[in-house]
């Protein structure tokens, strides 16, 4: 599986913005598919993961309530719309798939994409 990441941008705070991930491979669909967000200096951190149907998703603390993360099978694409960004909210984006233990831990998964660099101004 090889994923792509793309959709980043610089936007203003309380703004919106969508990232998407492309995976490819016909087992794409099977694996649950997550959110992590890094910046320099600091550990990559767990933002959004969502089941392999969308039936099911899970969210940060800190994103709860402003992010949201969904899938399409169809297109191999799982999204993460964010709303109401925050200056903090600014990091590189990863997208990751197929967690073999924890979804919320980044050592956990078994593919990930390049990364896309989301910048949030006041």
């Known amino acids: 599986v090889q994923l792509q990441a793309s959709g980043g941008g610089l936007v203003q705070a309380g703004s919106s913005l969508r990232v998407s991930c492309v995976g490819t491979?016909?087992?794409?669909?099977?694996?649950?598919m997550a959110w992590f967000r890094q910046v320099p200096g600091k550990e990559r951190e767990f933002v959004a993961a969502?089941?392999?149907?969308?039936?099911?998703?899970y969210y940060a603390d800190s994103v709860k309530g402003r992010f949201t993360i969904s899938r399409d099978n169809a297109k191999n694409t799982v999204y993460l719309q964010m709303n109401s960004l925050k200056l903090e909210d600014t990091a590189v984006y990863y997208c990751?798939?197929?967690?073999?233990?924890?979804?919320?831990?980044?050592?956990?998964?078994?593919?990930w994409g390049q990364g896309t660099q989301v910048t949030v101004s006041s």
């Open positions: 491979g016909r087992t794409f669909s099977s694996y649950p």
């Open positions: 990751a798939a197929k967690p073999f233990g924890s979804w919320y831990v980044a050592g956990e998964y078994d593919y």
């Open positions: 969502i089941n392999w149907s969308g039936a099911t998703a």
